[in-house]
């Protein structure tokens, strides 16, 4: 089955691959690449630690929540849905000793490598996110307290300071804080019936995450980004059209979605639309039928006619 769209560290991968070896611009991605999955473990660890959650009391649990009021968008890692209180729930995988401000609002970080490192301060996210769960359960007429928990993933992780108005800790921590946010809120609101009812309204009111054209999101400038169809294997690029199917000149691999991954990676790389004479330059496939059949193959929405058609990916897609 040929996929649709690439995810966020695909499509960084893909950059990283075609950009020069000494590039500044490869240098910034690959640590962006790096913070990015070693967020996505820490989330995996935090979606591991719940599983010790276990209450007689009634409660659903909704992971990476994209939600949005008119135009402000939210992305919350987990929201617990009990019959007192939902629970705004934000990791943050950073390691060090983490130091809170109070006084200025400031949040840093202090390790051995980098010294002192000023970051944007995570519990003011998180309040933002409990503000934006309390408008959004009122615009849907739910009553229900909206509270917040802001745990720290990283093992080697040290909190100096906590911030003053937003429960934190690590993620050993993490339950008892839990119960304790829903015993400071006494009085059950919802059933089990109800509960699921509200998890289902906010399941079908997700938003999908529209994901920016890398030269964008990180003014990088296009003609940096070299062109080919690139081997999964030998990461050169290196695969060409032989008869019916797709070969790597420097390793042998077979590979038919290699091109088709070529025409997705210009989508994550350069946005759209784009048409058929772009996608020839950036593969290097000279031949405008072969193109026209992988652009057939990913069903994207199209728009115009012969030389003038300009290609999409079809916007209900998730990137």
């Not at 950009?19 to 995996?44: D, V, W």
Request: proline share 4%; charged share 25%.
């Amino acid at each position: 089955m040929i996929k649709l769209s690439l995810s966020r560290t695909e499509a960084l991968e893909a950059a990283i691959r075609r950009l020069p070896t000494h590039s500044p611009e490869r240098s910034f991605l690959e640590k962006e690449l790096y913070n990015i999955t070693a967020g996505m473990r820490g989330e995996q660890r935090l979606m591991k630690k719940l599983i010790e959650f276990y209450s007689q009391e009634k409660y659903e649990i909704i992971w990476n929540n994209s939600l949005s009021l008119g135009n402000w968008p939210v992305q919350i890692d987990g929201l617990l849905l009990t019959s007192r209180v939902a629970i705004v729930i934000e990791s943050k995988n950073i390691s060090g000793e983490l130091h809170f401000d109070n006084d200025t609002g400031e949040f840093y970080r202090i390790d051995s490598l980098a010294g002192k490192t000023v970051m944007d301060n995570p519990a003011i996210q998180i309040e933002k996110h409990v503000r934006f769960m309390k408008n959004w359960l009122r615009e849907h007429a739910i009553i229900l307290p909206v509270d917040g928990l802001l745990v720290f993933t990283a093992k080697q992780s040290e909190l100096k300071s906590l911030p003053q108005n937003i429960r934190t800790c690590r993620t050993h921590q993490m339950i008892e804080r839990l119960f304790q946010i829903i015993n400071d809120y006494p009085t059950p609101t919802y059933t089990k019936s109800s509960l699921l009812t509200i998890r289902r309204l906010i399941e079908n009111k997700q938003t999908p995450y529209i994901q920016k054209p890398l030269i964008e999101q990180y003014s990088i400038q296009p003609y940096l980004f070299n062109t080919g169809v690139y081997c999964t294997h030998c990461r050169t690029p290196t695969i060409k059209k032989h008869r019916r199917t797709w070969l790597c000149e420097e390793c042998g691999l077979e590979d038919k979605k290699a091109p088709h991954q070529a025409v997705l990676e210009h989508f994550a790389l350069f946005g759209g639309p784009v048409s058929n004479k772009e996608i020839r330059s950036f593969t290097g496939i000279n031949d405008r039928h072969v193109i026209k059949r992988l652009l057939t193959d990913l069903d994207l929405s199209k728009e115009g006619a012969k030389k003038n058609r300009n290609y999409f990916l079809k916007k209900n897609r998730d990137t």
